[in-house]
């Protein structure tokens, strides 16, 4: 039996990837998405908020009647009528949302922290009659106070709650903080601990791995990083972060991660940068002429990531930065072989080529200059 992943990825691009200002997927989209998360092996998917209405909750239990092999969560604010929304749509879990910063508490909701903790206790005992398997979100726990946190969790674990949700909620910690603040978590409590980070510092991955490395259980991700604001912990960078880095296996094979990329690329209308981690062009393009010599003598010159873990390879480009090798190698790629007095005066054609159209040369226009080059050298002789 293959064992269980030491940290379970809990995917929320059908939640709040979807909440990303402007994004609707349909039913179709939504269906494709999951089905590709599920082909990965990503354990566990939050699909949607039922207190939107009969459409979302009939999405749904669209996706969790088709079969998919992940357990499947919802989102729910602490509430008796939004809890009611998550009742007989076959779902496994439901995380209740609750803001537990004096923020939040005092200046959203106009309550106290003595009114969190009865909310808590009253609402988990209601999922719980439901049949589901409850997780207490913590909504902006990284500005909470850090003993009344621990009193949170306290509380939630004696209801009977599994699980707590460490919301960054408006992006402002960095992995230092998350690595002690999740410790202090773990010493008081055995609950699972799921991190959620937003990427409004550009450090929504950074701060999910410490919080792996802190005792978190669980850590929620979106494909290409899409979400609220700036976004949050890519699915891909988690993936490959905690194996790379720590050594963590999440039991998430990412070989086949490019379609499911592309499509959510798509459906979300939201492009992915030329120079996005992972998953963007230009992560594998290499045009600089000692890049790509050291590239072509043995991949592990210039390769932190193996980009066959991605389902992907290296691809070696013409440019000003180029240098005679790289001009020598896209030529051998055609079936030509140049000797070096060629490939330094192609080299000398690409660059005034690119200075001008500011773009690689095309494998037509190499054509031409090779037969010019070719031409000249027969006139000349």
Request: overall charge negative; proline content about 4%; glycine content about 10%.
């Amino acid at each position: 039996m293959t064992p269980p992943p030491a940290i379970v990825i809990d995917d929320t691009t059908l939640r709040d990837g979807e909440q990303s200002a402007g994004v609707t997927f349909t039913d179709a989209e939504r269906m494709a998405i999951a089905r590709g998360l599920d082909d990965l092996g990503v354990p566990e998917l939050e699909i949607g908020i039922p207190s939107m209405g009969p459409e979302e909750r009939e999405s749904i239990a669209l996706l969790a009647q088709s079969g998919l092999k992940a357990r499947l969560l919802v989102w729910s604010r602490m509430r008796a009528d939004d809890l009611a929304d998550c009742s007989g749509l076959g779902v496994h879990m439901v995380d209740l949302s609750i803001p537990v910063s004096d923020q939040q508490i005092q200046r959203k909701l106009g309550r106290d922290r003595d009114w969190v903790l009865e909310s808590i206790r009253r609402h988990v005992a209601q999922a719980l009659e439901l049949g589901l398997e409850v997780g207490v979100g913590g909504e902006d726990a990284s500005r909470a106070d850090p003993d009344f946190l621990c009193r949170v969790i306290e509380i939630a674990q004696a209801a009977g709650a599994r699980r707590f949700r460490f919301a960054d909620t408006v992006g402002i910690m960095e992995p230092f903080g998350v690595l002690a603040r999740i410790r202090q978590l773990r010493a008081v409590s055995d609950l699972e601990i799921e991190m959620h980070a937003h990427d409004d510092l550009g450090l929504a991955t950074a701060n999910t791995l410490a919080a792996a490395l802190g005792g978190a259980t669980h850590v929620n991700t979106t494909v290409n990083g899409i979400g609220e604001r700036a976004g949050n912990a890519a699915l891909e960078e988690v993936v490959m972060g905690l194996r790379r880095l720590h050594g963590i296996e999440t039991g998430v094979e990412l070989r086949r991660f490019p379609a499911l990329s592309h499509l959510v690329e798509t459906a979300s209308g939201r492009p992915i940068h030329w120079q996005k981690s992972l998953v963007g062009e230009g992560v594998f393009t290499h045009e600089a002429g000692i890049h790509v010599d050291g590239l072509l003598k043995d991949p592990a010159n210039y390769q932190g990531v193996d980009p066959a873990e991605l389902g992907r390879e290296h691809r070696l480009v013409l440019g000003k930065h180029s240098g005679a090798h790289g001009v020598m190698a896209a030529y051998a790629r055609m079936g030509v072989t140049l000797d070096k007095a060629q490939a330094a005066l192609l080299l000398t054609r690409l660059r005034r080529s690119v200075a001008q159209s500011k773009r690689p040369p095309t494998e037509h226009e190499l054509t031409i200059w090779y037969a010019e080059l070719t031409c000249l050298n027969g006139a000349v002789a």
